[in-house]
């Protein structure tokens, strides 16, 4: 998805820069481990401790991420499945974190982020949410986002990858995120084999690499992922951390712990730094999306975010999603306007 998409769980309307509505789609539920995985479909158009086969953990890592400190030291003593939602090349060279560009109020944390599209609120929200850092799924940062926090680029999908695409996210960041959902045909829809054939343009920009995010299953043996950090292992390639997304069906004060627990098994399996790039409370039905009140919603924020910024390994997480969305219910939103916070919107700003 580029800067211009309005992503909302469930549904996906993209504009193009010519402000056209192109797509809207719709959503369904992936039952995991107890609690759904949110399995989003829209239009496809771009913008165990022991590793499992292959030994997916051994493969090469550059330098973790310097804004945190204890960043991969030693994970959890417990490991347990739990409910996603949603490095490599020929000595490519590391980079650095993102790091806080000038101006703006202190940071709560260099770990906490946010997703986001263009609206007309984006400069203030994203200031006023005491971010350090977004992406808008697109290599380029969003026009009206300001300097308050720092720019993430991203590769979406095959299409993405252009030596024009690749230049932008090299001038516009210092780390890459790697392809949006591939497991999924609504989404990057890339086989394995094609995100390996890729993978050494992208990591050609010297640029601190996130592994492509998939939609569900981070922590299986045979997954997407698995199959990927396997196959980039055998070719020499690098990936310098996991990213993931992850969207919880139980709205109790326990989806807290759901989240850790998936979280642990990640990194029990890869032993790897962790980016949540995508997280939220969403309930996913045969009628659609169903969303906590604003109370469960703004008490999981407090919960999740003190939660991740106590393990060592995740270096960076970024709520789901930090504007309105144009379909008139709040649902994940952070913020209606750029004066205007949800429940969850205050409960983000003052996390960290």
Same mark, same amino acid.
């Given at each position: 998805?580029?800067? %211009?998409?309005?992503?909302?769980?469930?549904?996906?309307?993209?504009?193009?820069?010519?402000?056209?509505?192109?797509?809207?789609?719709?959503?369904?539920?992936?039952?995991?481990? $107890?609690?759904?995985?949110?399995?989003?479909?829209?239009?496809?158009?771009? +913008?165990?401790?022991?590793?499992?086969?292959?030994?997916?953990?051994?493969?090469?890592?550059?330098? +973790?991420?310097?804004?945190?400190?204890?960043?991969?030291?030693?994970?959890?003593?417990?490991? *347990?499945?739990?409910?996603?939602?949603?490095?490599?090349?020929?000595?490519?060279?590391?980079? !650095?974190?993102?790091?806080?560009?000038?101006?703006? +109020?202190?940071?709560?944390? *260099?770990?906490?982020?946010?997703?986001?599209?263009?609206?007309?609120?984006?400069?203030?929200?994203? !200031?006023?949410?005491?971010?350090?850092?977004?992406? =808008?799924?697109?290599?380029?940062?969003?026009?009206?986002?300001? %300097?308050?926090?720092?720019?993430?680029?991203?590769?979406?999908?095959?299409?993405?990858?252009?030596?024009?695409?690749?230049?932008?996210?090299?001038?516009?960041?210092?780390?890459?995120?790697?392809? =949006?959902?591939?497991?999924?045909?609504?989404?990057? =829809?890339? @086989?394995?084999?094609?995100?390996?054939?890729?993978?050494?343009?992208?990591?050609?920009?010297?640029?601190?690499?996130?592994?492509?995010?998939?939609?569900?299953?981070?922590?299986?043996? $045979?997954?997407?992922?698995?199959?990927?950090?396997?196959?980039?292992?055998?070719?020499?390639?690098?990936?310098?951390?996991? !990213?993931?997304?992850?969207?919880?069906?139980?709205?109790?004060?326990?989806?807290?712990?759901?989240?850790?627990?998936?979280?642990?098994?990640?990194?029990?399996?890869?032993?790897?730094?962790?980016?949540?790039?995508?997280?939220?409370?969403?309930?996913?039905?045969? =009628?659609?999306?169903?969303?906590?009140?604003? *109370?469960?919603?703004?008490?999981?924020?407090?919960?999740? !975010?003190?939660?991740?910024?106590?393990?060592?390994?995740?270096?960076?997480?970024?709520?789901?999603?930090?504007?309105?969305? @144009?379909?008139?219910?709040?649902?994940?939103?952070?913020?209606?306007?750029?004066?205007?916070?949800?429940? *969850?919107?205050?409960?983000?700003?003052?996390?960290?």
């Amino acid at each position: 998805m580029d800067e %211009t998409s309005q992503r909302q769980p469930g549904r996906h309307v993209r504009r193009d820069h010519r402000k056209r509505w192109l797509a809207v789609a719709l959503a369904v539920a992936v039952l995991i481990g $107890g609690s759904y995985a949110a399995v989003r479909l829209w239009s496809g158009e771009e +913008p165990s401790s022991a590793a499992g086969p292959g030994d997916p953990a051994a493969v090469t890592q550059g330098a +973790p991420d310097p804004a945190l400190s204890g960043a991969t030291s030693a994970g959890p003593s417990a490991s *347990a499945s739990a409910t996603p939602r949603p490095s490599v090349s020929p000595s490519a060279k590391a980079s !650095t974190s993102p790091q806080a560009p000038p101006g703006g +109020p202190a940071k709560s944390s *260099a770990k906490k982020g946010v997703s986001v599209w263009n609206f007309g609120g984006l400069k203030a929200a994203l !200031t006023d949410v005491r971010a350090s850092w977004y992406y =808008n799924w697109s290599s380029g940062p969003s026009k009206d986002a300001g %300097t308050s926090a720092a720019f993430v680029p991203m590769i979406w999908g095959e299409k993405s990858v252009t030596d024009a695409e690749l230049a932008r996210a090299k001038k516009s960041g210092n780390v890459l995120l790697g392809f =949006n959902e591939p497991d999924f045909a609504s989404q990057a =829809n890339m @086989t394995v084999e094609r995100a390996l054939d890729l993978w050494p343009r992208l990591q050609a920009t010297g640029l601190r690499m996130g592994s492509p995010a998939v939609a569900v299953g981070a922590d299986k043996a $045979g997954g997407w992922l698995d199959r990927f950090l396997s196959g980039a292992k055998a070719r020499g390639y690098r990936v310098d951390f996991i !990213t993931l997304h992850w969207y919880g069906a139980d709205f109790s004060t326990a989806a807290v712990g759901h989240l850790k627990n998936y979280l642990q098994a990640v990194y029990q399996r890869y032993k790897m730094p962790i980016w949540v790039t995508e997280y939220a409370l969403i309930k996913w039905g045969a =009628n659609g999306a169903v969303y906590p009140s604003d *109370a469960q919603q703004a008490a999981f924020v407090t919960g999740s !975010t003190k939660m991740m910024q106590g393990l060592s390994y995740v270096e960076r997480y970024a709520w789901f999603a930090l504007p309105w969305p @144009t379909e008139g219910h709040q649902g994940t939103a952070l913020y209606r306007d750029g004066d205007s916070p949800t429940p *969850a919107g205050q409960a983000y700003r003052a996390a960290g």
